[in-house]
């Protein structure tokens, strides 16, 4: 894969015992299909413990046990997009912020 520029690195780290897999799959889906050549890398990490985490670059932008659940996916993307092309619009997803 050759690309103008690396792309930033989104990790989601998910539990295996509760079976978050497909969970993790989705967010990691739709945050390809939202900014595509912006992103290098989605990756799924699996842990342990009741772990869902999701980072940018390293950033931490979302633990389910300090937010007390899971992101909703325009609450996700609008996270993503902050970090990784600010001056993005995500059409539907940014209605909230008028």
Do not use: N
Not at 28 to 34: F, I, K, M
């Amino acid at each position: 894969m050759t690309t103008s520029s690396p792309g930033s690195r989104v990790e989601i780290t998910y539990c295996t015992q509760c079976q978050w897999l497909l969970r993790a799959a989705w967010m990691a889906q739709e945050l390809l299909g939202t900014f595509g050549q912006d992103l290098g890398e989605v990756a799924l990490v699996p842990g342990t413990g009741g772990i869902f985490r999701i980072t940018v670059d390293g950033e931490l932008i979302w633990d389910r046990k300090e937010k007390s659940g899971f992101p909703e996916i325009t609450v996700l993307k609008q996270l993503v997009r902050d970090r990784v092309a600010p001056d993005r619009h995500l059409g539907h997803s940014d209605r909230a912020e008028t």
